[in-house]
């Protein structure tokens, strides 16, 4: 009897786990019909589930309207740059953080969930200005400039976290064995948090492959877009180009979503 | 710290210092239109290979207005700017702009007495002619063809009234698979001050209470309100345009585009991508007529920024595409109506061979065209008046109630 | 080690910030030197009927916002934080739209939600529903961007299902033994024990609803239909890069901070103190 209702309530929750599963991933399936629907079509007047016939043409007209395989590049060089230099920086200051004495590291992390909490918006304009007295206007510098801080006080928060995990008798051996901070650090310290160095990587991967008010703001030639203006741009010129606009949205949604499998095991899995 | 100022010197010496004058040149529009200024780099490079001309291109007006405001007031704006009339006057009132009437003078190749008059006039200031324009367009309609020939309407004519254009946007506005839904409309347009103001100058109204001096907006004339009240009715109540939720879902100049609306209402510049279509012909005919006649000026200009650092050079190239030959190679494009009226008449604009086959349309109403009060703060006048307008175009304010919301929203601005 | 990150947050954070800052009580269009005027913005502000659309459309955002996404993720966390088979894919499914780039994530929902071809509105036919005009209606613009942000809780929902494990299985088993049903484990165990981790998300989402309005708004609705969606980050982009008003716009961010300083206050009264504070 007992082991019937709990077949019964696995059953449930199966049924219930899968329809949310269906809610939060049918979107990416309409999507993705739509961007191979032809475009110029009278808009579909039901749902349509397979596109027909499949326009995969859509995808090279978008390649040839916007330079976007130059975007691609682009937002994939500031990630490239970003995401390890972000890792680097946040780590030091999660160690360092971990390392102190209780009141003064409690003090900075007060610091930096203040920082996390000053708007977007106030920084816009005066960081424009400092990046042009520095002469990052229309450089990656200005996009990736913010992982000098670790792109967000959030990480250097993860690492703290993570690092304070590790017993400080570890370290103390580490000292004694004539490890300097940096060595403690490289040595003894980063190989206990691969997941959260996974999880930083990861969220800063997403962070920066999303931006779109920093290239907004900071950057003026073509050639130097990303693909987060390169899709503004698709749109502008053409707002209602469902299907084009759809295959630039797949366009710009793989990577992440690729990255996101290949190590979601670390990012979810892992609780 | 040592590590960061090298990280940024490393960034930001990306490039070689160059042996020749580099100078920026931005503009906004669509792929065609890019492509249109592109050609006209090209043929400047191959003339001046000691200026080498990079094309900065920003498709949308609205995202092309904030980069111009960003890059003024971080002082690196590009060295040649095209801008429309009705947003120069901000960045001219704040001594941002050098004025260009002198260089004019001086060149040998392009003078003044060779544009057309209207155009110049919203871009003098002072007395000072601050910026050249490249074009003077018009409102008109493009028409499809082939819907007009399939519902047996004849085409509209010139000096066809307002009366003709609702009654022809009547008979094109139809459910076509009888499904209940319309979809395919007369009439399609932007519901903006912009769009209604001829229509406002055709019935006798104003925009503002005194053009030379304004000091708000003149809505409420009944001559205005009429003709507000005919414009939006076209949607809340004959029904020959699309409703909010139609104009969301494909927008009217897509849908005339892929051939599922009669009559789009725009100045020239749709041209390069209407020619772009393959699977009917399309034509434009002049705005209908009201008590009077008149027609609404759009015009871009170059301009140069006062901080430019390589003002000959930039002028070299505002100077050569407002050439014969500059202005030409814009104009074969179809984007432009050339302010110069030996291109406007030549067969560059006047092409027999590409679409729209009535393209005198554009010069015969030249002398009719009107511009709108040029003001540093017109921009947002016209954006508050637009929401209200809009919101009237889309039956979700009585007109009256909008007009009064515009003309209170819209006067502290003229006071600035 | 910490140098780089305290010298980038000073030179990126605290000296805009500080800018900005003294901004508010000046008058600067970008191209002549700033010019105090003391409070004459805030009075300026005061009086653009604006201004107040953008506060109370905030206002209402975040407090549609907050409470849903984090009851959401809750429900989901309590859902999923079990142990089974394929329960890994069910959380992965979850997060999934997190990580989609804003500027897609805008547009797949402008799709979604179009009013005539959009597939929730042709599903919400299919099944002889009303199918309002969502983005394209004053109504029903700001609900449906509350609505399609709801799917993007992935952050918060990671931090609960984190602190649910974080629960010793013990007194699960004792509350069992002294009989306790499910509703009363959930009540006097799991959401006390939970709570430190509940305040540190339902922070996190007061902190970023009031800016993650950007992005969808400018892409989805531009702030319309008629001001519906115009929320106070548009504003403030508007006033300072359409108009020029640098001093206006930094005081319309002046006052965003003290409105969500206001609800940091409210909510750590509420809750009777920073509970969350060391909690590792």
């Known amino acids: 009897m007992p082991m019937k209702r709990s077949l019964l309530r696995a059953g449930g929750f199966h049924a219930l786990a899968g329809a949310i599963t269906l809610l939060f991933c049918v979107p990416f399936v309409w999507v993705l019909v739509v961007s191979l629907r032809q475009p110029g079509l009278a808009p579909p007047q039901q749902i349509e589930w397979l596109p027909n016939p499949a326009a995969w043409s859509n995808y090279p007209t978008i390649f040839a309207m916007l330079p976007l395989g130059n975007y691609l590049l682009n937002s994939l060089s500031v990630v490239l740059i970003s995401v390890p230099l972000t890792r680097l920086v946040a780590a030091w200051a999660g160690y360092a953080l971990a390392r102190l004495p209780e009141r003064a590291a409690l003090i900075l992390i007060a610091l930096a969930v203040g920082l996390r909490m000053v708007p977007a918006t106030s ?122 606009l759809m295959a630039a949205a797949v366009v710009m949604i793989m990577p992440v979503l690729a990255l996101f499998v290949l190590v979601q095991k670390a990012f979810v899995g892992r609780i | 710290m040592k590590r960061l100022t090298l990280l940024l010197l490393l960034v930001a010496a990306c490039s070689p210092p160059p042996t020749h004058t580099e ?53 690196t704006p590009a060295d040649i700017v095209l801008i429309n009339y009705r947003r120069y006057a901000g960045f001219a009132a704040r001594g941002a702009l050098e004025p260009l009437g002198p260089y004019l003078a001086r060149s040998s190749i392009v003078h003044e007495a060779d544009f057309y008059p209207q155009t110049l006039a919203p871009f003098r200031r002072d007395g000072q002619l601050m910026c050249i324009p490249q074009n003077l367009s018009s409102l008109v309609v493009y028409y499809n063809e082939a819907l007009f020939d399939a519902a047996g309407v004849p085409y509209p004519q010139p000096g066809w009234a307002w009366n ?28 903006s001050l912009f769009r209604v103001a001829p229509f406002i100058w055709q019935n006798g109204g104003e925009l503002v209470d005194n053009p030379a001096a304004p000091t708000r907006l003149a809505l409420d004339t009944p001559a205005a309100r009429a003709a507000l009240l005919w414009f939006v009715e076209l949607q809340t109540r004959h029904h020959v345009a699309p409703d909010a939720a139609a104009e969301a879902a494909e ?53 140069m920024p006062a901080v430019s650092r390589v003002k000959d050079a930039a002028w070299a190239f505002i100077e050569f595409a407002n050439s014969a030959e500059g202005q030409a190679i814009v104009a074969r494009s179809g984007r432009t109506v050339p302010s110069l009226r030996s291109v406007a008449e030549s067969a560059a604009f006047l092409d027999p061979a590409a679409r729209p086959a009535a393209g005198h349309v554009f010069l015969d109403g030249i002398a009719e065209l009107r511009a709108v009060p040029v003001l540093p703060q017109w921009v947002d006048i016209e954006e508050i008046a637009g929401a209200e307008i809009e919101r009237a175009f889309y039956g979700q304010a009585a007109i009256d109630e909008a007009i009064r919301t515009a003309i209170e929203r819209t006067t502290p601005y003229f006071a600035e | ?105 805008a547009l797949i929902w402008l ?37 399609a942000g709801l799917f993007q809780l992935g952050e918060s929902f990671v931090v609960l299902l984190a602190g649910l494990h974080a629960i010793p299985r013990d007194y699960y ?80 961010t002046l006052i965003t901070l003290l409105g969500l300083g206001l609800g940091l206050l409210l909510l750590h009264r509420a809750a009777g103190g920073w509970g969350y504070a060391d909690e590792t």
């Open chain 3, 1 to 105: 080690m910490l140098l780089p990150f305290l010298f980038g947050a000073a030179v990126l954070i605290i000296v805009p910030g500080g800018i900005t800052l003294s901004l508010a009580f000046a008058q600067y269009d970008g191209l002549a030197p700033p010019r105090w005027v003391g409070l004459h913005n805030f009075r300026s502000l005061f009086v653009d009927p604006l201004t107040f659309i953008a506060i109370s459309n905030t206002s209402l955002f975040v407090a549609l916002t907050v409470p849903l996404r984090v009851l959401a993720a809750l429900v989901l966390a309590l859902l999923l934080h079990r142990p089974a088979r394929g329960v890994g894919i069910y959380r992965a499914a979850v997060y999934l739209p997190t990580i989609i780039p804003g500027v897609a994530y």
């Open chain 2, 164 to 191: 003709d254009m609702l009654r022809m946007a009547q008979a094109l506005t139809r459910d076509t698979n009888g499904d209940g839904q319309i979809d395919q409309y007369g009439i399609g347009t932007e519901a």
């Open chain 2, 251 to 303: 927008s009217s100049e897509s849908r005339f585009l892929n051939g599922r609306l009669a009559m789009f209402l725009n100045s020239r510049r749709g041209v390069p991508t209407y020619r772009t279509i393959t699977g009917f012909g399309w034509n434009v005919a002049p705005l209908p007529v009201g008590h009077q006649a008149a027609g609404i000026l759009h015009a871009d200009a170059y301009c």
């Open chain 2, 23 to 75: 100078v920026s040149f931005m503009v906004f529009g669509d792929a065609s239109e890019r492509s249109a200024y592109q050609q006209l780099v090209d043929a400047f490079a191959e003339r001046r290979p000691d200026i080498r001309v990079l094309l900065l291109h920003v498709p949308g007006q609205s995202d092309y207005r904030k980069r111009l405001g960003i890059d003024f007031a971080a002082g």
């Open chain 1, 123 to 244: 920084l816009w304009l005066p960081r424009f200005l400092l990046f042009s007295q520095a002469s990052l206007i229309d450089t990656f510098g200005a996009l990736i400039a913010p992982a000098l801080m670790g792109t967000s006080p959030f990480y250097v928060l993860l690492f703290y976290w993570a690092f304070r995990r590790i017993p400080a008798e570890i370290f103390e051996s580490g000292r004694l064995d004539g490890a300097g901070a940096f060595g403690g650090w490289a040595r003894l310290g980063m190989p206990l948090v691969g997941p959260t160095a996974v999880t930083v990587a990861v969220l800063c991967f997403v962070h920066y492959w999303s931006d779109f008010i920093n290239p907004l703001l900071y950057l003026k030639s073509d050639h130097n877009y990303t693909l987060a203006v390169g899709l503004r741009m698709l749109q502008q010129l053409d707002p209602t180009g469902w299907p084009l």
């Open chain 3, 111 to 147: 799709w979604v939600l179009n009013p005539v071809s959009g597939p929730l509105n042709l599903v919400l036919a299919a099944l002889g529903m009303p199918t309002p005009a969502w983005l394209a209606e004053s109504r029903t613009a700001l609900p449906a961007l509350v609505a």
């Open chain 3, 173 to 252: 088993q004792a509350a069992l033994i002294d009989g306790a049903d499910r509703r009363q484990i959930l009540r006097t165990i799991t959401l006390p024990l939970l709570a430190p981790w509940l305040m540190l998300v339902v922070m996190r989402e007061l902190i970023v609803s009031v800016q993650s309005s950007f992005t969808p708004a400018l892409l989805m609705t531009g702030g319309g239909p008629y001001y519906a969606t115009l929320f106070l980050p548009q504003l403030i982009y508007e006033t300072a890069f359409d108009r020029f008003r640098f001093g206006d716009a930094a005081a319309l």
